[in-house]
């Protein structure tokens, strides 16, 4: 109960803080001589934002930048000698690096792809269905990464041979007559790292799905007339004339679901904590900095995260830019 | 819940959705073969039979649920004796951490860090939008760099700042970081629906003599309520279903959220599918809820282009 009052007073407390603050600093920004209150009022309403962004994002980056270089404990300037560590380490490049890239690799276009099959493919549905269809397939951005894990690994669940099997995945396996497998640990064939996957693809294809599907709507009908009447087949009216035209969502829908990748965690950490080679940078991270207490290695990994999206980072700000110019 | 228009197209795309195709839309005949209606099918069930399953389970006796597929059910669906709702009621408030006490958390974390950083970023759009000074708009375009920035960067140095503070485990060292964390995203959601408004309505504003201060709360906040209500609904979710933020600032404690006091629950063997399950939907009902009834604003939110890294 007192965990109830004290979130009310917290947003009472927050909503009027910030009224008092802007309402005061604005009076005082009105008292200013007028040349002066037109240079100063700007600041009084971005100030507040840029305090946040500047004390709980850049300047602990920098931080994080300047801890990677020193030791585990952050005592000390150790040097390059974090990263040329990890990097050496088999563990860390043959095990979370090399995963993390297939996270990469195998769930940004695959959820792309069966975001647009969906968006196609239900759009010739009956629109009930289509409706029906699609709010399925949405439904799973709702649940957090870790209710994601909880259901999925109910369906790889594994059961002794010989015992009746609880999880979808051996059940179906034993009316075929084959053993119950282990799905997990077995990661011959990052079979186990793809089954990972799956929750996260499953979980974001919605996602993908609602931006690609208002694209192909939004695509002119007279262009696809065109087509048609030039006798294209539908495949290649498809790739020739709809794909090009939707091409800037699908590049939005990779790279949001790129940087998701990257970063993933939860679904690691919930299903296997990076046992069984299914370790990924997000979940390295974690384990060095709490399980191993090394916040240099901690530092240094995020760090190298942070390297491998500023080339997302440029981009998003050169498409943000292009966009501003044709406003 | 299935009356969700998913495919309103954006504004700025007029296409064959926006073309007065609505009326003959509803009569549409399906231009499906039996291909695609069995593909949709098969979709749709593999997208369904996962969280189904873990829905049936809850509702499970405890023995039958770790003995037997949830799906034997179906061979005497109405035999009272298989169904319970002991399993909610052991996992919501029994226990050394009951899902109960992790609820009332997760709404005391979410609440104020969905809150507190609409009205901030707020006027911070409104800056931006509608005033002119010098760096603006470099500071806009570090704010769209940020969006794809993780908050792994943050994550080291704040735990050092609240350890050396004392503000570590306690709930206002999470809705801060909440806030920072959010902020762009709030910001850029709020910009970009400003910049659409009508400027006409801001100029005569300007010229009956209402202050900026007057301006921004008698007309653009009431205009960009469907822009408020996006990012409110983005932020919530997000804040909810955090489980790293939480993890590292809050743990395991007395404070512990919903995520993760269901990830911990996986780690403890013996446990049980049935309060495992009913422990996942306790932690799903609330967004769920919030994502079936507002979802309109969330589509919108997410058409904007906002990526959040």
Redesign the interface.
Known sequence: MLKVINALLAILGGVLGSLLLFYVMNKVAERLPRKWEERVKPYVFVGPAVVLIGFFLIYPAIRTIVFSFANRTSTEFIGISNYTDLLSSGGFVSGALLNTLLWMIVVPALTVVFGLAVAVLADRLQLRAEKLTKSIIFLPMAISMVGAATIWRFVYETRPAGTPQIGVLNAILGKFGIDPVAWLQLSQAHVNSLLLMVIMIWAQVGFSMVLLSAAVKGVPEDTIEAGRIDGASEKRIFFNIVVPQIWPTVITVFITVLIMVMKVFDIVYVMTGGNFNTDVIGMRFWTELFTNGNSGYAAAIVVMLMIAIVPVMVYQVRNFRRQETQR | ????S?????PS???????GKAPQ??A?????GWF??I??GV??LI?????F??LV?SFRQPDA???????NVFASPLKATQWTLQNYHDVLFSGQTPMGISF??S???A??AT???I???A??A???TF???KG?DI?F?????????????????????YGDIGLTGT??AV???H???G??LA?FILRNYM?ALPLSVIESAKIDGA???QT?WRLIVPMSVPALASFAIFQF?WV?????VALIFLGQGDNMVV?VN??GM?GQQGQG?QL??A??FV??AI??L???SL?RYF?RG??S?A???
Request: aromatic residues 12%; hydrophobic residues 55%.
């Open positions: 819940m299935t009356d969700v998913l495919d309103k197209p954006t795309t007029p296409g064959r959705a926006a073309r839309e509803g549409r005949q399906s231009r499906a695609v209606k593909t949709m979709l749709c997208w369904l039979i996962p969280t399953g873990l389970t649920a770790n003995a037997t597929g949830w799906w009332v958390n709404l005391a974390v609440l104020p809150i507190i950083p009205m901030i970023a006027f911070a409104y800056s931006f005033m002119h000074y603006r500071l375009i570090v704010v769209v760099g940020l969006l794809v920035v993780p908050n792994q960067v943050a994550l080291v140095p704040l735990l050092r700042f709930f206002p809705w801060l970081a806030t920072g964390f902020m762009p910001i910049a202050s900026h201060f921004f979710l909810w279903n955090d489980l790293l995520t269901l990830a996986q599918w495992l399950t422990g996942a932690s799903m967004p769920l919030v994502f079936v979802q589509i997410m058409t282009g990526v959040k890294g």
